[in-house]
């Protein structure tokens, strides 16, 4: 029996993804989670306006989306006074296209990324001919753990660890193996670099993939070459479009129950970027706004708290609010 190609696996997983997705309602799955809002508005901004620009018709499109504001939006401001998102534009540039289907393209992305992973690892285990043994492994592999609840969290995590996996699948040699072609290498070293700049902790893993792309020092050297130079490439491209190659350095916030743009309205996004960007920048809060901020996050009210947050809301700025 001939075994199916991991292309066929992927199509099948990919067309049980868009099932399971459309069964879901991404409202009643916990609210926002993690850095959700800022990775959602994100991939919404860069789908449906084409730029990494936070404005009020971005605003707007989050509260339709999930009938709340962005609690917990990272965002930076630029020299110019306009507002970007203060996470790795990677999720949102690969979610961007499904975004426009709203939360539930997002869960088909997160869902295709898991099917990715399983697809992958069946292409890598059944190169010996056992393709009934692959597939349950790589199934069981990407599903024992708590991965695939991650499918739920609209955030990088999930297309962070399918990006690792796939780097190794394709850069490492199997056992036996002599060695592999250079494009192998290099498309390898370019998705970790791609995962790396989502995530700078996966740069550990770069010495590891170099070590198992050949036998050879030549091997070793242009996958960490390409690695480091697509790195650096993603931190340019990432200062072009908000002034600071940091994504997390510069004038960066969070942001609850207030934000820049919710009493703006709908305007061009020219005179949002530019429209009173000192006073909400500079806004310090009033200390039932913090109280409640702090019992919703924590779920304390004890007069220990209490006291906290008041002497919090007195001189100095609250870094997670932002004018009215």
């Not at 999720?91 to 393209?105: D, E, V």
């Not at 992973?117 to 043994?133: D, E, F, K, M, N």
């Not at 949002?272 to 500079?282: H, M």
Request: with cysteine; aromatic share 12%; hydrophobic share 50%.
């Amino acid at each position: 029996m001939p075994r199916p190609s991991a292309i066929v696996v992927f199509v099948i997983l990919s067309l049980l993804s868009l099932l399971a997705a459309a069964a879901v309602d991404m409202r009643t799955t916990g609210g926002l989670k993690g850095d959700e809002a800022t990775y959602v508005g994100m991939a919404a901004s860069l789908g449906h306006d084409g730029d990494l620009v936070f404005t009020a018709t971005d605003y707007q499109r989050f509260r339709s989306w999930y009938s709340q504001g962005p609690e917990g939006i990272f965002l930076k401001r630029d020299a110019s006074g306009a507002l970007h998102f203060g996470k790795a534009f990677v999720y949102g540039l690969l979610a961007a296209p499904l975004s426009r289907a709203g939360l539930t393209g997002l869960l088909v992305f997160n869902l295709l990324c898991l099917a990715l992973t399983i697809a992958v690892g069946y292409w890598w285990l059944s190169a010996g001919g056992r393709h009934g043994p692959a597939f349950v492994a790589s199934v069981v592999f990407a599903a024992a753990a708590i991965t695939p609840l991650y499918a739920a969290w609209l955030t990088s995590d999930l297309m962070n660890y399918s990006l690792v996996f796939l780097a190794f699948a394709v850069g490492w040699r199997r056992p036996g193996q002599a060695g592999m072609s250079q494009a192998r290498v290099i498309g390898a070293a370019i998705v970790l670099a791609a995962a790396t700049f989502s995530k700078p902790l996966n740069a550990l893993l770069a010495v590891a993939l170099a070590l198992g792309a050949g036998p050879g020092w030549r091997d070793w050297a242009r996958s960490l070459t390409t690695f480091t130079l697509v790195v650096l490439a993603l931190f340019g491209v990432n200062a072009i479009i908000s002034g600071d190659p940091n994504y997390q350095g510069g004038d960066r916030k969070t942001f609850y129950t207030h934000f820049p743009t919710m009493t703006m309205g709908t305007c061009s996004r020219r005179r949002v970027s530019r429209a009173r960007r000192t006073r909400w920048w500079s806004y310090r809060p009033r200390r039932r706004d913090v109280l409640a901020h702090f019992h919703k996050t924590c779920g304390i009210s004890s007069p220990a708290a209490i006291s906290a947050c008041c002497r919090l809301a007195g001189p100095g700025s609250w870094p997670s609010s932002c004018g009215q």
